[in-house]
């Protein structure tokens, strides 16, 4: 299965700045996707995020708001934008290799906003 | 929409007592079914992958079973490493849709 390493691993930031969070998987992936898991609560999914084309954003989540980047089959960015402290959260990353076949997640960025 | 449910929320255990944990499901179309282990900080691992109804896999002292309603995950003479939160998901049934909908998850503690 692969491997994702995601960074950082936690922050607390400013209201109204945004964070970058990076996510490196160690093989190539078609699809990567970004959730959101809320104090106490299961996991969200925010975006798909597939190699040359836009993001897939699911219902309630904006692009303005989450901007997705993934140049490459390895790698992806998830851009938390003018964060307000709604916006505290865990948000994963997580990709398949094959269809089906269990997908890994990366270790989590604990997000604090004050 | 595809609705999971798991039960109970919250489970204790003296070590080696087994149980079972639930996860029902509402899909209108099952392709997969996933279980995953989430330990506090850190993202979920991948358990087991069930597909059709009547299917069993196991790990350790994890065993998980399918029917067109549901699945269990069964803990049989758990160990104190065995605490976590356990997080069922479904995927839809149509290719290209790779969503996964995860229920709240149990929370395991296991006594020693």
């Known amino acids: 299965s692969a491997v994702i390493s995601q960074k950082p691993s936690r922050d607390i930031c400013q209201r109204g700045t945004s964070l970058t969070i990076q996510c490196q998987v160690d093989?190539?992936?078609?699809?990567m996707f970004w959730y959101r898991q809320q104090p106490g609560q299961s996991l969200t999914l925010i975006a798909t995020?597939?190699?040359?084309?836009?993001?897939?954003?699911e219902s309630g989540f904006v692009i303005d708001k989450f901007p997705i980047s993934r140049p490459n089959l390895t790698f992806s960015t998830l851009t938390v934008s003018n964060m307000s402290p709604e916006d505290s959260s865990i948000y994963l990353c997580?990709?398949?290799?094959?269809?089906?076949?269990?997908?890994?997640f990366g270790s989590g960025t604990r997000l604090t906003v004050v | 929409e595809d609705q999971v449910t798991q039960s109970p929320e919250a489970l204790r255990l003296q070590e080696g007592e087994s149980s079972s944990l639930n996860c029902s499901y509402t899909?209108?179309?099952?392709?997969?079914l996933f279980w995953y282990r989430q330990d506090p900080g850190k993202g979920p691992e991948f358990l087991f992958t069930?597909?059709?109804a009547g299917e069993e896999k196991e790990k350790e002292r994890l065993k998980a079973t399918l029917t067109k309603k549901e699945s269990f995950l069964h803990i049989t003479a758990p160990k104190p490493e065995d605490s976590a939160t356990y997080l069922c998901?479904?995927?839809?049934?149509?290719?290209?849709?790779?969503?996964?909908?995860f229920g709240t998850g149990t929370r395991l503690t296991i006594i020693p």
């Open positions: 995020a597939n190699q040359g084309s836009e993001a897939t954003y």
């Open positions: 998901a479904v995927q839809p049934p149509n290719f290209g849709n790779e969503k996964l909908t």
């Open positions: 069930l597909y059709s």
């Open positions: 093989s190539q992936v078609t699809m």
């Open positions: 899909v209108s179309g099952l392709r997969g």
């Open positions: 997580s990709a398949g290799i094959n269809r089906g076949y269990g997908y890994t």
